[in-house]
């Protein structure tokens, strides 16, 4: 019996039209450079098949993922555009990789051959993008060992160097020496290939950040994630940022209210009592389904009614209360919305983020697969 979610008091709502409308502005922003949507992370937590699909409806030449699983997943679905894989994968996924026209990362020798063994036994033609270090010191190959790289791959008839990239690491701090450093770094490593002849057709640096702030870093295609879905890279490119509008929603309804004398506390600790007797409504959504546990310790708010309710006490596992004071027209039924706009006010990603010292990113990566997705 399969599980069926969408009937739960709980559920995110993902706008595609936004997904267009951000992927739009962009490509429009970063001309002639082209957009690859990066949908990694279920689509940073969105959906990655209907993000993809919108994606490329609204302009972008290709896509980007983590692992090969999530590549597979896009082309079982009918996607047929470019997929880049962002790194470098385990020699035991290499004939899965070909078999599904995916475009492999390759760092180093040992990787290049898994790919050309497995391009041979597929009789497949494969390019392939060479990551480089440029500083960061997570993955790519060293600067002085792409070239040698390079010319292992063009060895093999089967392997065509499609594509050359580097990732930087404080492209949301446009100002940061690291920024010029590691451009510089690979604009020297496109010299050396350049000057033996290898000049390959995709050249790639930038991130959102990068491709919104620093025209250098675009070259022909920019890895955009984070801005696709309509949420900022970080706050030092906030500027740049405008018209971009986050496509997630994260709703519920109340499922229980009670009243709650004044001096009483509720959730696990009963850490925080209510000032007056107060109408505390419960919501069936915790931190297993990307509530953060922290919300409940500073102060954050939902929406109920147009208006901004204080969530009481401990976020649990399933469920959150909210303390609706001496409103006692809330009831059980009424939407909730944690994330996202109800009359005047709005809540995002990016503001759980600075509430919890982390990033947009985790917040929407943590809506979890039991949140059942409505798109629209």
């Given amino acids: ?48 098949v209907p993000v993809a699909q919108a994606a490329l409806a609204a302009g972008a030449k290709g896509l980007c993922v983590a692992i090969v699983d999530e590549g597979v997943l896009l082309r079982r679905s009918g996607i047929q555009a470019p997929i880049l894989v962002l790194s470098e994968q385990p020699a035991e996924m290499a004939e899965l990789l070909v078999g599904y026209a995916l475009t492999p990362t390759v760092t180093t020798t040992r990787g290049a051959a898994a790919i050309a063994a497995a391009a041979q036994t597929t009789g497949r033609e494969v390019g392939v993008h060479i990551k480089v270090d440029t500083g960061m010191h997570r993955v790519g190959a060293q600067p002085s060992e792409v070239l040698g790289l390079a010319q292992y791959m ?74 696709t879905y309509g949420l900022l890279p970080g706050r030092g490119v906030a500027e740049e940022c405008h018209g971009l509008i ?42 297993a389904d990307g509530v953060p546990r922290r919300l409940g310790a500073v102060g954050a708010s939902v929406l109920i009614n147009g208006t901004p309710r204080r969530i009481a006490g401990t976020v649990t596992m399933d469920q959150i209360m909210v303390d609706c004071g001496n409103d006692s027209s809330v009831s ?21 983020a600075e509430m919890t010292d982390t990033i947009g990113y985790e917040i929407v990566c943590g809506v979890s697969p039991r949140i059942f997705r409505r798109y629209g």
């Fill in 154 to 227: 063009s060895s093999h008839p089967q392997l065509t160097v499609e594509g050359v990239y580097t990732h930087f690491a404080v492209a949301d701090e446009p100002s940061h020496p690291a920024n010029t450093r590691q451009l510089g770094i690979f604009r020297s490593v496109l010299d050396t290939l350049s000057d033996r002849g290898i000049n390959p057709p995709i050249i790639h640096a930038a991130n959102s950040a990068a491709a919104l702030v620093n025209a250098d870093s675009r070259f022909t295609m920019a890895r955009v994630g984070i801005a």
């Fill in 1 to 48: 019996m399969s599980i069926d979610f969408s009937q739960r008091w709980a559920w995110a709502e993902v706008n595609l039209g936004l997904i267009q409308h951000n992927v739009a502005i962009i490509a429009q922003r970063i001309a002639p450079t082209d957009v690859w949507a990066v949908v990694k992370a279920n689509g940073y937590g969105h959906g990655s």
């Fill in 332 to 352: 059980v039924g009424d939407e909730v919305v944690l994330l996202g706009r109800q009359g005047d006010h709005a809540i995002t990603a990016d503001d759980w």
């Fill in 246 to 287: 986050p496509a997630m929603s994260l709703k519920a309804r109340v499922s229980a209210v009670r009243w709650v004398e004044a001096g009483e506390a509720v959730s696990y600790g009963l850490r925080t009592p209510v000032s007056q007797q107060s109408l505390i409504a419960t919501v069936p959504i915790g931190y």
